[in-house]
């Protein structure tokens, strides 16, 4: 497979397996995927299929039991703890079904915290950019308890935007929220991502919202189909 | 059968349950709790039994009189109208001799066989008391003249041989003179021995015993008729045991023991809350296994009783192994025998340990039992809530009781409680505040500064538990071994190096020339003080009682004889302060004790001096240095005053270690004279303060173990809360390598800063003691500003490191999408 230019994602051969007490549990063996800058990727599936097990691999939070991903050209797997981590910093950002913004920080606070990991002179200015951005200027002194659902994830979503990534990826962002709310973040989510280039993979189980998606995904039985319309 | 479930059920899970940090510190900590009340009540009852000595045995009778000077008859005639028992005692603090070997000892010569009590001896004697020319004497005046029974003991101008070993012996007193090995002689021998001039330290006793009922009408009858200065002492009620050096001490002990207590009982509470929220699922399990509420309560009460009962166990044995040692090391100082305790003082640990339990348990389960089946089948893990103030009432609650039933005084807890509560409060705020203050001005100058900051503001709510606790404890732990040290060590460097170590007491007229002559061909100078030993007994013609307050009548100076010294010159460590230096007629004060008395210059005073009335005029007030190691005085005569009276006369001075030979020369040359050997009184009372200070070291190693429970117990409590914001920081980019660098930073920082404000507060703390108690000039202690930050720092970041290994980034994201 030629790798161009504009090739974020590479997986080859991707196969995960888990060594359990009831014995060894294969995942998928050969899993193969190239996501191209920009583009917006939804994968679905099943419960249980390893959707959540298939992104960390993709954003190099988990290593595969054989294959290779690369995202940027560079292979993950490669890099000291320290280099990955600062790729991770850099490249990758993500929204979590769960929000998981910290209960004592502020909503300010929450978003300056990737910022802060890479030692941002103007972290706070920045932060407050993005919460402004997401429609929460009035909220920024707020503590994620004071907030509704869809206002955390809206934070959440200005914290994975504030480090500039290239890649977003997102694990069912909505499965906590209402269906109106819900649609109201993924109005925020497709905005900014095309607002700034960014490449969104998306594990969702809603069919309507991998539509919106460029590329939609199958997982099931281990192996990854694509959907065309 | 059904019964049994529940139990059976609680002893399988007391065993699971030791794979769980929080039931192994529940445990433990209960353990200590046992073990260290269990300890201090057996040891302090035991220590306070013998010191105390209020069975009428050790007092040797129901009813005492005592007194400077020979007791009247008449008491005892009286007794015997009612037929009561007695005896009478004549006592003297003086040196012994055998073969130039001196030895300071309390010589007893009895009329009778004590009325109540045993004199118990290594073989049986003939008679109750010693025959004539025999003494018989404790162990320790055989041990350190290196005598053998039948061996011969100078006291005085006469010698007597020794027949028998005291074991014990009744009346042997209390405070420091019951430390001197003590003799008896026959009755009136001492009479024989030169030793009761004037000015002798001389202490007579009339001792009764009979049925309580005689011993009141008694006691009545004598409380009218005694002259002021005779003291009575009946069994119950004698004040002035409980302010005794070593009962003070022994409470002491026992207060710095409660702060034990109080982290033991902090951790169980906290463990337990942990506990409850672990099984919280678990409860629900069960329930809808199909076990009733009833059950599910009997289960969790079932387990925490194995828990006590095996705590109970352990703890007791701990105290009973700890107990020995901690007798051991105050072996010697005590005297022997010492009292056993009752089972029941080892069994309060037990049932104290039980009480906290229950205090903080049963709030807990009472949630327990709340779960509910329909949580289990919601995805979300259901938080425990413990949002009501129910428990915190309750468990407060418990440990007031338990404190004012442990130190048996309400208020005394009340206002402890109060003290650390507040002090808690303002600490945890305090420390909080600063750590996010500093953070917040120090995060531009690393790079992980800014995160350090946000670490610290999301970890408010712990740092207010953690720091308190810590700071409370360090302080606490080097207030008590600085205090002793300062003690110990400041006492003796305040001492110039020429100051007079020996005192010689009881020169009598005859003596003073050749007394005086000797020193002088030994280059000693010394003064040589005359003494009149008498009472104030008049202001201004007025008896005492017309003319003082009753406060001022309670004053010990005027319940003692005093010794009275006639100058023409002021002494050199005297400063006057008011008045004339000895006009004709006159007398001079000491500063306090004028102010005490409410007495002036120009006032007429008059004392009792062996039974005839001596009168001055108060010419000047003076300042003394009561710690200058010189014959010191409350007043001082013109010479012309006491002219009539017959002085025997003191003086003090300065030997070194290489000159014992004057002292051998001076008591051979006067046998009847009383050398005291200062620095003899000193060592053994550095003796006792340093059994004392290893004493309070093993309560503080307890202490110091029970808290690092306590800090290991709130570390894992976060754990969990740790691990999440790690996974969380990892996955926004951090490197495990920051994430443990970020951990450190935090655990630094907090170790270090609870060390800091420990620091002040021990350095307040010893100010006031030194300034109330140990009238040592307050001064501050470096090391400690550098030493208790660093082991704060230290202590912090091993801990934590025990407590929670890092985990890797592949569990990071696991932790996250699992925890919703
Ligand atoms: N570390 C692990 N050890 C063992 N098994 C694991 C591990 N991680 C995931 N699994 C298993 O792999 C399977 C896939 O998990 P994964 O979370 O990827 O599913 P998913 O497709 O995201 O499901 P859902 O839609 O419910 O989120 C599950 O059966 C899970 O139990
Ligand atoms: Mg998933």
Redesign the pocket.
Known sequence: MTQTMDTVVSAQHLAKQ???QAGS?A?FSDINLEIARGESIAII???????????SLLAGLDQPSSGQVRLNGTDLNQLSDRARAEFRNRHISFVFQAFHLLPDLTAEQNVMLPLQIRNHKNAAREAQEWLCKVGLEQRMHHKPAELSGGEQQRVAIARSFATSPSLLFA??PTGNLDEHTGEQIIEQLFNLNQEQNTTLIL?T?DETLARRCQRALH?HNGTLREINE | MINSVPFRLAVKQSVSCLKLSEWRALLFALMMAITISGLMAALGDRIERTLMRQGSALLGGDLLLSHTRPLEHRYLSTADKLGLRHTQVTQLATMANHAENFLLVTVRSLTAPYPSGQIELDSPSPSPLPSSGEAWAEIGVYERLGLQPGDQIQLGNHSFTLTRIIRSAPDRGRGFISFNPQLIIPEGALEGTGLLGPGARMQYRQLFAGSPDQIKVLATELQKTIPSGVQLTALKNDESQQNSALTKSSSYLRLSALFALLISAMTIFLSLRRFTQSQFKRAALLKSLGLSERQLLQLYISQLAIAWLICSLTGISLALVLERLGLFLLQGLLPQPIPDASWFVYATGAILGGAILLGMGIPALLVLQKSNTSQLLQSRAVRLSWRGRLPYVIALFTLIVCSALYLNNLTLTLSLIAILLIAGIVLGWLGAYIASRLTQRLAPYHRLGHLLNSRVIQQQRWYRVQIPVICLLFALLSTNLIALNDLLGRWQAQLPAETPNHFLINIQEWERAEVEQLLQQNGIVSTLWPIYRGRLTKVNGQPLADVLTPEQLDQPSLKRELNLTSATGIPEHNRLVAGRWQPQGGVSIEQKEAEELGLEIGDQISFDIAGREATAEISSIRTVRWDSFQPNFYFIFSPGVLENFTPSYMTSFHLTDNSADVSRQLISQFPTLTLIDVRQILSQLQQLLERLSLLSTLLMLLTSSAGLVLLYVTLTQELEQRRYENALLQTLGASQHQCRQLDQLEMGLIGGLSGLLAVVITELSLWSVHQQLLKLEPALHPYLWVSLPLIGCGLFIAVSQLSHRQQNL??SY?TL?NRI
Request: charge should be negative.
């Open positions: 888990f060594q359990t549990l995942l599936g099943p419960s249980g299929t390893g959707k959540s097990t298939l992104l694990d069912e594990i189980h997982l | 592949n569990h696991q999408i």
